[in-house]
């Protein structure tokens, strides 16, 4: 009679939440194949910059396609990190130096991509910047892609993993988690991934149950187990018992209960048990985004992104082309409020007109509004646009990484001039980004420039705890749900008590911080479409004062 193993329990850290069961299947490489470099004759340099080429080539074209299926499929801010790969990889001095190595060294195009990529990778890795530091995962997906192009392979690592099952493996790319996007994987399990990585950004996209922090999930020894994950605690439980099953399946099924509930009372208003109505929008970036958002009881659009209009091209779009490009993705939500997000570039997401990889730590250079500051006619072009787009939409401004109260004034002027030009006697309001400590102490200074703000808490917090949101050696340190941060949107809501108060970060989708969200002032909130229906139906559920026989927040430092 075979010994029953015994049950093993692990704790992770939550990055997508969900409940699923399946097998364990475990996956030990997702990085490519190890290979020695491959020497080549001299006569030979030309056929290899020729494989290079059209390899290259077929790979941007991939990449553009992808970017359109994750844009219908998932969302159109994911999509922007494959426009961003594109970039990366048509990159001339990425291109000069892989022929450059094929040359110097007389290897083949694939050798060669191996090398340089690899020294890109550590390039980044060695930058002051997580977020610079975090390419190195973006760097190893192309170069993937571009061997396997060259070697003629066409199928996914991942293309014989069993339906159902529960993935366990070190890390995945961003390719990988789209590549999951069609597939029945119940949920899975990583070494490294935090919150904000594209894996996590993805997953809670799709739905995916996703927990990281394992100390090693590709030990053969769960090859095969029967898993319960719960990745809203972050706790799988291996080998479960039949009484762990049934509380599992419990569960589920009352979670399951609890969604078809509040899906079915979305469209209706969002009052607390207090009586307090609360604006639930929706973050989008394209049309799709929109109409999603406007089915699952958004109230309108809190964060329009106009980074995708301007990605991947090689000029900024015009006046005309911004309102067309506005327009056709508000659409869906014309007659209610639309918050339009200035261009929050830099950092992250490069433009190819405005120089490529310029700063060594993108994240305290020139984003957002120090960006525009430095490009004025790409502001006044935006400016100009939201007025026009203002005469048909309930249209408002934010402006994104605001530090200083003269990053608000320095808009409002050139709006103010703008408005004086096309005689337009009502301006939209124009609200401020609090993603940095000094924005959110100086609020009493910037309100005298901005109708409203708007708390970006995952800036926010990476700035208040200086650990950024992807980087695994500091993740301890990146809580965006610590008191610490509750008791800073208290801090501005006491200095602005009369001001609007809007959050659009991360922690605006999590249900179990909704109450305290609420307690410090916060009466809009800005999530992506698929949280709407909980997130109402937890307002529903809690108070905007303190509930009773419970001390106010600010009172419990």
């Known amino acids: 009679m075979s010994k029953k193993a015994l049950t093993l329990i692990i704790h992770g850290t939550p990055i997508s939440p969900g409940l699923a069961q399946g097998i364990i299947h475990v996956h030990r490489s997702l990085l490519g194949p190890i290979d020695v470099p491959v020497a080549i004759e001299q006569e030979n340099v030309k056929e290899e910059f020729t494989r290079l080429d059209t390899a290259t ?20 801010r994911l999509a922007q990190v494959f426009g961003t790969h594109q970039l990366m990889l048509n990159d001339s001095s990425l291109r000069e130096e892989l022929r450059n190595e094929i040359v110097g060294n007389l290897v083949n195009a694939s050798s060669a991509v191996k090398a340089v990529f690899l020294r890109w990778e550590n390039r980044f890795l060695l930058m002051e910047s997580q977020i610079a530091r975090d390419k190195s995962d973006d760097m190893r997906d192309i170069s ?27 890390r995945l790319l961003p390719s990988d988690t789209v590549f999951l996007a069609g597939r029945s994987v119940s949920a899975v399990l990583l070494e490294y991934g935090s919150t904000g990585s594209h894996a996590a950004l993805f997953a809670r996209e799709m739905g995916l149950p996703c927990i990281s922090g394992f100390s090693d999930p590709l030990t053969t020894e769960l090859q095969g187990a029967l898993a319960l994950v719960d990745a809203d605690t972050g706790i799988v439980t291996i080998h479960p018992r039949e009484k762990q099953i049934a509380i599992f399946k419990k ?50 659009v809190g964060l329009y992104r106009l980074e995708q209009a301007y990605l991947g091209r090689v000029e900024p779009p015009d006046t005309d082309e911004l309102v067309s490009e506005m327009r056709q993705t508000l659409d869906p939500a014309k007659g209610s409020p639309v918050y339009v997000r200035l261009l929050d570039v830099g950092s992250d997401k490069p ?9 060594s730590n993108p994240s305290l250079g020139r984003r957002g509004i120090r960006f525009l500051r430095e490009y004025p006619e790409l502001l006044k072009t935006q400016l100009r646009a939201v007025l026009e787009l203002a005469s048909e939409f ?50 009493q200074e910037i309100v005298k420039h901005a109708d409203f703000l708007s708390f970006g808490t995952n800036d926010l917090t990476q700035f208040v705890f200086a650990a950024d949101r992807e980087n695994a050696a500091v993740e301890r340190y990146y809580r965006d749900a610590s008191e610490v941060i509750f008791r800073l949107l208290q801090l501005t809501h006491d200095d602005v008590p009369d001001v609007p108060l809007s959050l659009c970060g991360e922690l605006a989708g999590r249900p179990e911080h909704i109450s305290s969200l609420l307690q410090c002032g916060i009466r809009t909130f800005s999530i992506a479409a698929p949280l709407i229906p909980i997130v109402k ?21």
């Open 144 to 170: 993937r892609r571009l061997r396997h192009a060259l070697a003629g392979i066409t199928t996914h690592p991942l293309e014989e993993i069993p339906d159902g099952c529960v993935l366990a493996t070190s």
């Open 251 to 300: 569960k589920f099924v009352e979670k399951e209960h609890d969604y078809k509930l509040a899906r079915s009372r979305a469209r209706g208003p969002a009052v607390t048990k207090d009586g307090v109505t609360i604006s639930v929008l929706a973050n989008v970036g394209c049309s799709d985004d929109t109409k999603k958002a406007m089915l699952n009881g958004a109230e309108g």
């Open 537 to 557: 139906e937890t307002i529903r559920n809690s108070w905007c004062s303190a509930p009773p026989d419970t001390l106010p927040l600010r009172q419990r430092y």
């Open 57 to 76: 080539a077929r790979i941007s074209e991939e990449l553009s396609a992808l970017a359109t299926r994750v844009e219908k499929e998932i969302d159109s």
């Open 351 to 359: 433009l190819p007109f405005a120089g490529f990889l310029a700063e």
């Open 394 to 443: 309930d249209a408002r401004i934010l402006v994104p990484m605001v530090t200083l109260p003269d990053d608000v004034s320095v808009v409002r002027e050139q709006l103010a001039q703008l408005c004086t030009r096309l005689r337009i006697t009502s301006p939209p309001k124009l609200g401020a980004m609090i993603e940095t400590p000094a924005a959110a102490l100086a609020a």
